[in-house]
């Protein structure tokens, strides 16, 4: 189970496990949260306890749409368990600047 809470209209906190299931309705939300920001949205990723290739599937979502509608996306505590997926995929140089202490 995962879940993805509004801290404020720039910030929110994922946590849980991202799993086939759980991934699909946080892009919506996530999307959401997005949309109503005003064009700054920050997730942290503290809290996320279980991740595979979906986790950054949906990362990537959030990357395009982000891209698409103009809203400058950062990424607070990606979670060390993702960092083999990222390099493997070759995925550094775009997840690099997102990334905040």
């Not at 991202?18 to 949309?35: H, I, T």
């Not at 698409?68 to 600047?97: H, T, V, W």
Request: proline letters at 5%.
């Amino acid at each position: 189970m995962a879940d993805l809470i509004s801290i404020d209209a720039n910030q929110a906190t994922l946590s849980g496990d991202l799993s086939f299931d759980s991934v699909p309705p946080l892009m919506l939300k996530g999307r959401q949260l997005m949309a109503a920001s005003g064009g700054e949205w920050c997730v942290d990723m503290a809290q996320v306890t279980r991740a595979s290739s979906v986790g950054i599937a949906l990362l990537l979502d959030w990357v395009r749409y982000a891209n698409q509608e103009g809203i400058d996306f950062r990424i607070q505590a990606m979670p060390e368990l993702l960092q083999p997926i990222i390099n493997i995929s070759d995925l550094d140089a775009l997840f690099a600047p997102l990334l905040v202490a």
